[in-house]
């Protein structure tokens, strides 16, 4: 398990995450009507739009994590 997330390993889950650690949305997934978050193992999804996922997950924020800075 992850200590600072609360999750195993390899998963990307944005619910449950432990206090104090900030979850920020790519900007890639933007160019998707619905998203499917995993919800804590690999049998488990669940079915949400971009305004859905923000307000569920508490973001952070945007970012845009393909993005190069300063040229490199």
Known sequence: MGRLSGHAVGGVCPFAV??????FLDASLKRFEFLYPAAGNDRSVVKL???ELERYI?????????KLKGGV
């Open 18 to 23: 432990n206090d104090g650690v900030p979850i």
């Open 49 to 51: 739009n971009l305004d």
């Open 58 to 66: 508490k973001s952070a924020g945007w970012v845009d994590v393909a």
